[in-house]
């Protein structure tokens, strides 16, 4: 089972209506994102909606505060690509099939990881001398695998042996007690197997040890006492007290790494399996980033996986290592912003020109400047890029703007004349008017003519500069 098409409307960042096609075989999705364009309001939306199928969130905290217009989310799912397609939506007014078992075993095998995961393991522990990872594996990480003895859930058990009723027997806590404790260890014996595994993959000489000793029950204060799970490390097989405070940012973010990712592998099966990474290689230098994407293919090559990075060149190697075989597609989010509103700029194929229009019809003159100046910005990079054409030089590529890249082409076109001098006048002019981000203050004011004049320049551009 796999997603298909995902359709966002007024959820978080994405004001307005969204789609994202992942072709009928329901392809792994990489998202480049600048922040604050929508590439984690996109993770968000896929975590909400499975863990709405278990009765876990509301849609309306999450509406786009900009657009009162009804928002909600929609998945298209299909078995395989001769399948059916089934629809499932999760809205304020709607929760149509949100709630059924697909759903929910989804749910509880999912893995959504971003960086501030990252940081249970290691980096709230730093005032510490010990890493204590007992709540983060019983509450979190294997909360949802199933005890071979119980038949139910870690944490049904856990809140079972914390929450014993009144006529609960001593004899029946160490009981539950002694079963929870062989199960535990059971789990953590396999996970530390598994991530074992998985960090050799970074090339570090490291070993990993989870030690723990039991929980006990204290008669005399009615506590459960051991609480702990202490996560040890040898590196170059001597043991590293305190090793997060001495091991680099690198290492610690790749046993991290290989601790969340073994995790996922010990949960339920089911037929729909989302593996969800934002940012989460922030902490990783481009060498170390390789390895993950080798074990995304070894260890996880029947889950569909939705991978975000706001780092471009990250994102333009992962682009060119998974660009055979048709199984992945790339999709790019930039951020824009009114005096009004923000908005993420999506569009498929880059059909920027077409979302423009759309908005256009719709009467949001600001969103359709928007999409239009996106298009022209990204035109002419493309241009110059393709041409080799010499750009100025700034800091930070961020801070270069539509006239570093017009200028240029301008000097280009006395040696080949390859843009008519009407077509630069209405882009000048347009540059001023529309196509300036400073413009939209006064977008409003503009009269749709005018407006529907400032796209047809830019098609114009885009057949000249072709």
């Known amino acids: ?47 909400r909606f499975l863990e709405s199928s278990e009765g876990g969130h509301q849609f309306k905290p999450y509406q786009n505060i900009f657009n009162s217009d009804d928002g909600y989310i929609k998945l298209h799912l299909r078995a395989d690509a001769q399948s059916k397609q089934d629809t499932y939506e999760w809205s304020e007014t709607v929760k149509d099939k949100t709630n059924n078992q697909l759903l929910i075993d989804a749910s509880r095998t999912k893995g959504f990881l971003d960086y501030k995961d990252l940081l249970e393991t290691h980096y709230l522990h730093r005032e510490n001398n010990i890493v204590n990872v007992f709540d983060l594996l019983v509450k979190t990480l294997l909360a949802n695998t199933v005890s071979r003895q119980t038949d139910r859930s870690l944490t049904e058990d856990w809140e079972s042996i914390q929450h014993p009723s009144e006529e609960t027997q001593i004899e029946d806590i160490e009981r539950q007690i002694a079963n929870f404790n062989d199960e535990l260890a059971s789990r953590l014996t396999e996970l530390q197997a598994k991530f074992s595994e998985m960090l050799r993959k970074f090339g570090y000489n490291m070993a990993l040890d989870l030690d723990f000793q039991g929980i006990a029950y204290n008669s005399d204060n009615k506590t459960l006492d051991n609480q702990e799970i202490l996560l040890t490390v040898k590196f170059f097989d001597r043991d590293v007290p305190e090793h ?18 073994s995790s996922i592998l010990l949960q339920p099966t089911s037929t729909l399996k989302i593996l969800a990474l934002d940012d989460v290689l922030i902490g990783l230098d481009m060498s170390n980033r390789l390895p993950v994407l080798d074990i995304l293919e070894e260890y996880f090559s029947d889950y569909q996986i939705f991978l975000m ?54 009467n949001d003159y600001k969103a359709c400047a928007i999409y239009l100046r996106t298009a022209f910005e990204i035109m002419i990079e493309d241009f110059c890029d393709a041409k080799r054409l010499p750009v100025r030089y700034r800091r930070s ?57 400032a796209i047809e320049a830019v098609e114009r551009l885009k057949t000249s500069l072709q």
């Open 397 to 453: 590529r961020d801070k270069l703007d539509s006239q570093d890249f017009w200028d240029p082409i301008k000097v280009e076109n006395r040696k080949s004349g390859f843009l008519d001098a009407s077509l630069i006048r209405d882009i000048e002019l347009y540059r001023t008017r529309i196509l300036n981000p400073l413009s939209h203050t006064t977008i409003t004011n503009i009269p749709k003519k005018e407006i529907e004049d």
């Open 244 to 261: 997060h405070r001495f091991l680099n940012e690198a290492k610690l973010s790749a046993i991290a790494i290989a601790i969340y990712f």
């Open 309 to 362: 990075t706001y780092d471009k060149a990250w994102y333009e190697i992962v682009k060119q290592r998974t660009s055979h075989g048709g199984k992945w597609k790339a999709v790019e989010f930039y951020f824009r912003q009114t005096d009004e509103y923000e908005i993420p700029v999506y569009a498929e194929d880059k059909a920027y020109l077409d979302k423009a229009r759309e908005y256009l019809d719709a």
């Open 1 to 47: 089972m796999r997603i298909t098409k995902i359709e966002i409307k007024n959820f978080r960042a994405f004001y307005g209506a969204y789609q994202i096609d992942l072709h009928k075989a329901g392809k792994n999705l990489l998202v480049y994102g600048e922040n604050g364009s929508g590439k984690t309001s996109l993770y968000q939306a896929l975590k």
